[in-house]
């Protein structure tokens, strides 16, 4: 990969983390022009949006009282938290309804709220428990709920002020929306980037635990049915060479022999086992070492060239070793590829990782290949992961990952 190329990686990662990851909720937009007593034209949006707060508020009121009479009452049952959870979210449309309107008629220039951050891995009980503690849906509903008095206030003014207080209609329009975009900044605005947050990192713990809850089930699931089962076997085997070494030695011999020879599998099996849960060698060498390891046993030549000054943290050495192993299998397994690469760099605080190769392509994150589960495993230390794959190749794979250093990460754990 050239340097330009990769260079256009590093600004694609950098743009797609930064995506709704911002802490201010409001744009600096332009201030409205100063009030004349002739009416022009931002004038007159005041003037609409003021009459059109009437209906827009009892919409919004009947749709607050409606979600949580009807959520509420039947909590009790197994309808109302979901039903409470779908009030929430039709609340996040409303919410998006009245920034365009307020964006379009005050010139109020608000951010839209990031994605709620669901998972496919958690579930219904996931979906449910994301949806219930979101912070913009809720604020959504208290903008509704309170909105409605202040709907026919400014209705009734502005459609009286039109037919008598003409004069100073320019002067009570002005004040009257103020008030309406300090209410969009205050409770439509995504300000509470903080709960977000700690909403996003409760669902990637629960990715975190969910994996490790799967990687001890597969471990327990080799151990059982691989070196256990051989080691099983032969400590029959020897049991029975025993019981036939002076009737038959020369059975005896044969027994023992074939015992070695499971001793040897049994083994290796541990030591591929070991392997899996983390490589002796990463732990020595580092990066380097040991993706040329893994490279090694490829079907596909790979080329492997790592760029680093300075060793990450433990965990995300090996998150950026188990990564590049699973892609590199896939290489194996479904590419077709005649060649492949692997380059590993450090772009300021973030661990780059490309896996290429010159396969079939058409690779997705929901093809079944296990690349779904590693783009939740990155996401969940605040990493990225970005598949490159058209139908004929090549196939460019991108994972970004935090860089920690060991020494921030042994004062944590000190």
Known sequence: MNERGRGA??????????VGRTSQGVLDGERPPPVRLALEGHTWREIAHLLANLPMSLIGFTYVVTVLSTGGALTVTAIGVPLLAVGLLGARQLGKLERARARVL??????????????????????LSMTLKDPVGWRTLLYDFVRLPW??????VTLTSLFVLWPVLPLLARGLSNVDRAMVRGLLSPSDELERRIAELESDRGVVVDTAAADLRRIE?????????????????????????????????????EAHGEVKLALQELRDLARGIHPAVL??????????????????????????????AAAIE????????ELLQNVSKHSRA????????????RLLVQVWDDGRGGARLDSGTGMAGLAERLDAVDGLFVVDSPVGGPTTITAE??????????????
Request: with cysteine.
């Open 151 to 156: 709907g026919i206030l400014s209705f009734t």
């Open 318 to 325: 090996g998150i950026a070793y188990f990564t590049v192993s």
């Open 221 to 257: 699931r080799d151990l059982h049915d691989g070196a256990q089962a051989r080691l099983v076997n032969l400590a029959m085997g020897l049991g029975l060479a025993k019981e036939k070494l002076l009737e038959d030695p020369d059975a005896a011999a044969a027994m023992v022999e």
């Open 9 to 18: 990686m590093n600004e694609r990662g950098r743009g797609a983390m930064n």
């Open 401 to 414: 990952l935090p860089w920690r250093d060991r020494g921030d990460e042994g004062r944590r754990r000190s």
């Open 283 to 312: 732990t020595d060498r580092g990066l380097d070492a040991a993706l040329s390891s893994v490279a090694a046993r490829c079907t596909v030549p790979v080329k492997v060239t790592v760029d680093l000054g300075a060793r990450p």
């Open 338 to 349: 005649r060649s492949a690469s692997v380059e590993v760099w450090r772009t300021d605080e």
């Open 106 to 127: 005050l010139g109020v220039r608000v951010e839209e709220p990031t994605p709620l951050p669901l998972r496919k891995s958690g579930g219904v009980v996931q979906w």
